[in-house]
């Protein structure tokens, strides 16, 4: 049948069972706009187009689907970089539909002409220009792989005005064949051998957990593993909610803002176990002396995280939810009370190293924000998805909320982009309808992106914002407080709106609590507000973020309250 | 750690943007290129480039990983050891005063090249052959004074076996 390329571009929507998009139009993209109308894919119009690509990253964690934006060229598209940086580090399957301006004027400066691909080169997982309408069908179903297998990443497709306008006649594309990308899935058996033999003799093991066991959905056989052989268990930023929070075996977050008793762990053992992770730098502090005593196991999917940043003993590329139930299958639950008598020492010192440092806040008369996290994970029962934005909220939220579910906490964690949060909420959202969405919120960040709160009004979705509002750009002004002789250079944000007044102008809820006699009742009602709410807390100006490790120091080094 | 020369082949899809996403994975990770050197296969979908770079072993493993990650290429392979035969040609511009003519050809006959062009003063000389061997000839040729020279940088392939 014949059809143009914009009908073509729905199409290929529609076979991908895409049921919203989040975008914002322009000259670029009204035809297909005028196509998208057609059909009963749900249009999120935000407010500005980094919103967009969050609230598809939202989207894409709450609900495990491919998230997808549309905008139009020149500015539409440069708006949407941040966004995209954020999902790849991240490994988000999304995917960017940019408009551009007609094939014949590419090149020449022409209206709202931006090489988009050119500028989301080193931060999208692939991207395409589509020159000709008879590509259309097949860049689409590629740009939908590539997102979503492998290593999730976002993927952009440029689509000229004209090629939208062309027609041909349309077929479909079922199966996507590429030679040269190939991700490997079946990690090799004769290194999880290996890997099995070192957890039977392992005296002091430590897992440690990342994005990966969200992204491959491998929670469930952590689990089984780390209890089946007694292992306790941390996790970077972004692999919280990958192993139960509330866990005998959890140990925190590791990392600088780690938990004492996770730093310690990951320092003293004698084998870690790295799944799904990256060694980023804030989990490693100094490389030298990270997992110093340990033979390293490191499984992931993309061979290029291992052995980037720290030497491994035995690497192992493949999927995280294979890997570990092939592990679990190598490993008899026979094994389990020989290996728990070995361990018992190594579990008594993690116990010891619990009850000497653990996480803790004084709570006087001024609201500590530690303690608004905590009343919302009583309030919430745990059961919220919490976006966070990013600074000390994000890291308190980390802390304080104790994630027991995978796709409930949803940050950035490897771009640690302020403005993530309220779009990212509006996303986890339209997966959810029915859920309870907060994001955790610094003042700061949250007026990155405010103008998202439009776009929760007009769709009646009953997002909170919790604001933990200090103030200051509260993580840098620690840094000035503790390296920088508290020369809180431009990070005092005294001047900032009345956030309730704001949260009204724009059709919503505003709420504030000043006292910690308040914050229960303020929370409460807020959640029991049927739409959007902004809940403002005043709290401690100069409350930190603790533990802290130094930039590049060993993570044993940590500063304490 | 030591850094050691590599010579990376690959081959890659025949489109355009391809080669700017190997280069901008150098230049966007601090990796230097000493040299590259792209053009179509048999295939005209597929071209290969040859591409020179000095890394620590582990950059090197970085660079591999990396490099075959990107979705456009479709093999690659480091073609530094004996396994693989190298060459690389130039094109040297060479000052040909009547007094050292003599000496030029002399030269050029030894290292079993060619002269392509002869102007009054100059010779343009074709060389190919190892980088080693490119290296040697220039060196000679410098006294003469070199006015321009245009090197294609090193292409390899590996031996097959009998
Ligand atoms: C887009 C962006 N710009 C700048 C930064 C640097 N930065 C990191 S945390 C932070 C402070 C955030 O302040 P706020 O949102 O008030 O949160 P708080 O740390 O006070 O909880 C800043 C400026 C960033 N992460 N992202």
Redesign the pocket.
Known sequence: MEMTGGQILMQTLVDEDVETIFGFPGGAVIEIYDELVKTDIQHVLVRHEQGAVHAADGYARASGKVGVCLVTSGPGATNTV?GIASANSDSIPIVVITGQVPTQLIGNDAFQEVDIVGITRPCTKHNYLVNDVNDLAGVMREAFYLARTGRPGPVLVDIPKNVVSAKTIYKPVSQVRLKSYNPTYSPNMKQLKKVANLVREARRPVIFAGGGIILSDASRELTAFAHKNHIPVTASLMGLGGFPGTDPLWLGMIGMHGTYRANMSASYCDLMIGIGVRFDDRVTGKTDAFAEQAKIVHIDIDPTSIRKNIAVSIPIVGDCKKALTRLNELLTDEDSDAMLKQKEEWLSRIDEWKSTNPLAYDQKDVIKPQYVVEKLYELTKGKAIITT?????QMWAAQYYHFDRPNNFITSGGL????FGLPAAIGAQMAHPDRMVVDI??????Q?NIQEMATAVQYKLPVKVVI?N?R?????RQWQELFYGKRYASTC?DCAPDFVKLAEAYGAAGLRAEKPADVEAVLAEGMAIPGPVIMDFTVEAEEGVYPMVPAGAPITEMLLV | MNEEKHILTMLVDNQPGVLSRVVGLFSGRGYNIESLCVAPTIDPLVSRITLVTKANLPSIEQIEKQLRKLVNVIKLRDLSGKEAVHREMALICVMAKPESRAEILRIVDIFRCKVVDIGREHYIIEVSGSTDKLNALINLLKPMGIKKIARTGAVALFREPN
């Open positions: 941040t934005e990013v600074g000390q909220n640690g982009c302020m403005g919120a610094g003042d700061g960040s949250i990155m933990l200090n200051f750009l509260g993580m840098v944000m």
